[in-house]
């Protein structure tokens, strides 16, 4: 049985539509329904009920998909390790963090090394401003960055952590006395900019252009580093949001931190640059995969 028609059956037993199986690996309907059969007259027993309405494994079919399915993760996790044992261990894979982020991949690297043992990750640091040079550069074989992420020569791994946001606001600021705060509250104050090193889409992802009623969130400063807007919010010149660990590493003089209400989870996922993809980037992709993602 190849490997291909395995992934077939356990697309088709996740997807439950032969159409959307086919465009998400990327064959025509016709091919999906051939390897189906195939593997129908081999079983000697249905797979799938299908009628005009729904496409539903049988019960010979979900126990198939899941035996296979445990058959599969082996396979890859086998070849992750060969791949792993066969490259010089003696270089670190570098994963590039921002700021305090690295302590929340403890849990990660120590999954990593426990399983492939010999294998290091080195964690360094790169800054919003700026966050894809580094992996374009070959400063950092990975970066943790938070999602969407759309850089065509750029591959978006798993989702290790996904968490929530704060607003940092001046001690003496006027939101400062409340128990949270919404986005709608983003157009009444300026909030910091990011610079020109990032693009839009991705800055925007985690400083809105607009408030949820369209109103225009207005930019002040600028700032390369987090240092750096932790001073301005300090000094009351603007307000930022941030990412919910904050609150667990940083206390800086003069700045209260608030949950946004209403604000998308932020979720970060390993990335790394397409061409440099390697057998190390590979199984420590699979072991965030394995290990799933923590809040």
């Not at 960055?145 to 001046?170: F, H, I, M, Q, S």
């Not at 919010?233 to 800086?252: D, F, I, K, M, Q």
């Amino acid at each position: 049985m190849e490997t291909r028609d395995i992934e077939i059956l356990l697309t088709l037993a996740e997807e439950l539509h032969f159409g959307r199986t086919a465009e998400r690996l990327h064959l025509s309907q016709a091919r999906v329904s051939q390897v189906i059969r195939k593997l129908e007259r081999r079983v000697g027993a249905p797979l799938f009920e299908r009628t005009s309405r729904r496409v539903k494994p049988t019960p010979i079919g979900r126990r198939l998909c899941h035996d296979l399915q445990q058959a599969l993760d082996l396979i890859q996790t086998g070849l992750a390790r060969a791949e792993a044992a066969a490259l010089d261990t003696g270089r670190a894979l570098r994963l590039g963090v921002m700021g305090i982020l690295g302590l929340e991949l403890r849990r990660l690297v120590d999954a990593f090394r426990d399983r492939y043992p010999g294998s290091e990750v080195q964690i360094t640091e790169f800054h919003f401003s700026d966050p894809f040079t580094p992996l374009r550069t070959g400063q950092a074989d990975l970066h943790l960055l938070w999602l969407p992420v759309r850089e065509p020569d750029l591959t978006v791994g798993p989702v290790v952590l996904t968490e929530g946001r704060v607003l940092a606001v001046a001690a003496g600021h006027p939101l400062a006395a409340r128990d949270s705060a919404s986005l709608e509250d983003l157009g009444d104050h300026l909030v910091v900019d990011g610079g020109a090193g990032a693009p839009d889409y991705w800055v925007e992802s985690m400083v809105p252009w607009r408030t949820p009623s369209g109103r225009r969130i207005g930019r002040g400063p600028s700032a390369r580093t987090f240092h750096e807007v932790l001073s301005l919010v300090a000094e009351g010149r603007c307000v930022s949001p941030l990412n919910a660990h904050v609150t667990r590493y940083y206390s800086h003089p003069g700045v209260v931190f608030l949950p946004i209400a209403d604000a998308p989870a932020t979720r970060w996922a390993l990335t790394w640059r397409t061409a440099g993809e390697s057998a190390h980037i590979r199984a420590l992709a699979q072991t965030a995969r394995d290990i799933g993602a923590h809040a």
